[in-house]
């Protein structure tokens, strides 16, 4: 496969020009305006090619999501509860249709977006709901939605900026918009390994509290919410795993608040129309 590579000259959020932000690693620079960390060279490639052939064939991944569940049923009540209702939700990046299965059991009206054909057949099987297997940034009109839910899909977006316009164009009058990503101050370590090589799919840019917000705001969302993210506690057979896993969980609920919605691994965000 021929790899295509964007380079970025500028903060895809706020388009502060790069040489005035920060380098941190050899892939990464921090936004002095809005703190999005991102790389400045990135994957381009048609999307399909790259969840199907480095990612959804792999039959434990296939696998690994569908157990994966424990955190959505929580993140389904938080939805529920921010928008009041239930009705018509669409989830960009569903995978094999964890998130959706919950939701149809709680009457939801569910449908999916998922660049993967093989598992936008298995969401489909799962869910009996339609799943649009394309690109959703070349999606044709299909309809407004209650809820648009993006989890995990953020950070491995070329331009993330008409990415969301496209999610709030989507998105009916008092909707809300529903992101998970993992909390960028938590991967400066990470980011600083000279040898860090992630899946090619994965961290085109990390998110911060402060930028996802900036961003939503920037579109047209009003607002905006951040909560720590709910955990998974699916997949591991260890009686005490499980029921440990969930304490940081609570005690990073608290630690997000009095730290001023910084401190937390991973994050929530909802915003509204």
Not at 38 to 47: E, I
Request: a positive charge.
């Amino acid at each position: 496969m021929l790899e295509k590579y964007l380079v970025r000259i500028r903060c895809p959020i706020c388009g502060t020009i790069i040489k005035l932000c920060s380098r941190q690693g050899t892939q990464f620079y921090i936004c002095p305006e809005c703190y999005l960390c991102f790389r400045k060279d990135v994957l381009s490639t048609n999307p399909v090619i790259l969840w199907e052939g480095d990612y959804y064939t792999n039959e434990q991944i296939i696998k690994h999501h569908m157990l994966r569940n424990s955190a959505f049923r929580n993140i389904e009540r938080i939805i529920y509860s921010s928008l009041g209702r239930r009705g018509k939700i669409l989830d960009v990046g569903c995978g094999v249709g964890t998130f959706l299965e919950i939701a149809k059991q709680r009457e939801w009206q569910v449908e999916g977006v998922e660049p993967s054909p093989t598992a936008a057949k298995v969401a489909q099987l799962r869910t009996g709901a339609q799943i649009y297997q394309e690109d959703f940034l070349t999606l044709d009109y299909i309809g407004h939605f209650d809820a648009i839910t993006i989890f995990d899909v953020l950070r491995t977006i070329p331009d993330p900026k008409q990415f969301i316009q496209k999610v709030f164009d989507m998105i009916k009058p008092s909707g809300v918009c529903v992101i998970r990503e993992t909390n960028a101050w938590y991967g400066r370590t990470r980011r600083e390994k000279s040898s860090m090589q992630k899946k090619i799919q994965e961290y085109m840019q990390e998110w911060t509290p402060i930028s996802i917000e900036k961003a939503l705001l920037k579109i047209g969302f009003s607002n905006v919410q951040i909560y720590p993210s709910p955990v998974f506690i699916d997949g591991n057979e260890n009686r005490i795993y499980r029921l440990l896993k969930p304490l940081p969980y609570i005690i990073f609920k608290w630690v997000h608040l009095v730290s001023a919605r910084v401190i937390s691994p991973n994050m929530i965000a909802i915003a509204r129309k």
